[in-house]
């Protein structure tokens, strides 16, 4: 496993990119203000399940495939660290519009749930940054890859659940106010933005 260190710095790059303004914590807000804090919550929960195939997809099938081929990890890797720093400079200049709330009455409670799953799952782009950001914090010298990726993988959930909770609770009666705080989203940005390029240096500085 990971040492310990290693695992609470990701668990806290996994809350700061959490707290990026994209599509998910800005779906949970909207749907918190309109339709309270259990909606929020339910929405939270079934993005946070929708992990866990982005998770198992990246331990058994990353893992195969980087034990198979070099020439897979090269690749691999620059295709990560390109992803990523699409990502930072797309933080570095994001205005982060807010999120207009969902049109729908009273939700129930399982279609909101099953929504956040959808959600998750139909965006390759979660599979993509999982690919590219589990397996820097995987060291084969400390035992089998695949178990470690699924520990990651819990933790990166646990910090998801965590602070979309936390979104949902203050959203649900101020979501309005926080949608709208330019400042805010813009120290958000910036520190996703470094977290991303500081990712992308280290993997391709990445050997095998």
Request: net charge positive; charged share 10%.
């Amino acid at each position: 496993m990971p040492e310990l260190n290693q695992l609470f710095v990701f668990f806290a790059a996994s809350a700061l990119l959490a707290l990026s303004p994209g599509p998910d914590n800005l779906f949970v807000m909207a749907q918190s203000v309109q339709n309270g804090r259990i909606a929020g919550l339910l929405v939270t929960l079934g993005l946070s399940t929708g992990l866990v195939v982005h998770t198992l997809a990246v331990a058994f099938g990353l893992a195969a495939l980087v034990a198979a081929s070099s020439l897979a990890f090269t690749l691999l890797k620059f295709a990560g660290a390109a992803y990523l720093l699409y990502l930072a400079g797309k933080a570095f200049r994001s205005g982060a519009s807010a999120c207009s709330a969902v049109g729908e009455g009273p939700a129930d409670r399982w279609r909101l749930y099953r929504r956040g799953i959808v959600m998750n799952i139909s965006n390759p782009k979660v599979s993509i940054f999982f690919l590219a950001f589990l397996p820097q914090f995987a060291d084969p010298s400390r035992g089998p890859v695949v178990p470690q990726l699924l520990v990651l993988g819990l933790l990166f959930m646990v910090a998801t659940m965590l602070v979309f909770g936390t979104l949902s609770m203050l959203a649900g009666g101020a979501g309005a106010r926080l949608r709208q705080s330019e400042p805010a989203r813009k120290i958000i940005d910036r520190i996703a933005g470094a977290i991303f390029g500081a990712l992308a240096l280290k993997l391709l500085l990445a050997e095998r």
